[in-house]
């Protein structure tokens, strides 16, 4: 759905996909090769996950070992390059340790207030059709994900919200992934949206609300696949089927 969104944005104006160039399908074959190395290492990263060989904050690690030997291959590999992968790494952490910090925060006053217990009482205290309930639940995930990160966010509300949708009749996996969609949705709504910060900060002194009204298209694809998953549960519950028969 963002392949097809950015599609459509650059038809619509192509210097949004920044300046291009014409070339020979010789010459587009002949560059492929140059992708190999990232090709390497997608298979090592994800390959140590889906194979089980590694979780994956130890394949984030063994992608890391694969990028200094692909270095070492290219001769780029010296003190020089080091000290600016590690400080670069350095910033990038720490930029996410103090918006998770500062998130935690405005979790902890949130929770505290019992906005959240409130906000699923409510949901309790009115007899809503299956459809309304689950729009309820969905607007609980927008609303909250505008403050509270991603990870709090989950774990505060599924506790409470997944024994009401089960109970309304919907299936657990289906749920399950509309429920991450719009978890992921929060990474990229203001003002706690992790992602929004770390396109900011390799983005070096230009304006915020640039990469805030950037992600918009996005937003709505989100929306559209998520109506998408509502109105057609056979989307997200296709593959599981085919696997379990």
């Known amino acids: 759905m963002f392949m097809i969104a950015s599609l459509l944005l650059c038809l619509w104006k192509p210097s949004l996909g920044g300046p291009s160039s014409k070339a020979s399908w010789s010459t587009r074959l002949n560059s492929l090769k140059f992708l190999l190395p990232l090709l390497v290492l997608f298979l ?74 409130q906000l699923t009482g409510m949901l309790n205290a009115y007899d809503l059709s299956p459809f309304a309930l689950l729009m309820a639940v969905i607007a609980l995930f927008i609303v909250l994900g505008f403050f509270i990160e991603t990870l709090s966010l989950m774990v505060i509300t599924i506790p409470i919200v997944t024994p009401l ?7 657990k996996v289906w749920f399950g992934i509309v429920m991450i969609l719009f978890v992921e949705l929060a990474l990229i709504t203001p003002p706690v949206g992790l992602n929004l910060y770390i396109v900011q900060a390799s983005r070096r002194g230009e304006a915020f609300s640039d990469v805030i009204v950037g992600t918009l298209p996005y937003l709505a694809a989100m929306l559209v696949m998520a109506a998408l998953l509502v109105a057609f549960p056979s989307i997200a519950l296709w593959l599981p089927a085919s696997l379990s028969q």
């Open 44 to 117: 090592v990263i994800v390959g140590s996950i889906y194979l089980g060989w590694a979780t994956p904050t130890e394949a984030a690690a063994i992608g890391v070992i694969a990028s200094l030997g692909l270095a070492a291959q290219n001769h780029s590999l010296n003190g020089k390059m080091l000290m600016a992968a590690l400080d670069g790494t350095i910033k990038t952490s720490s930029m996410i340790l103090f918006i998770i910090l500062a998130a935690s925060f405005l979790n902890f006053a949130l929770a505290s207030s019992g906005m959240v217990q």
């Open 165 to 171: 949708i089960v109970a309304a009749g919907f299936d």
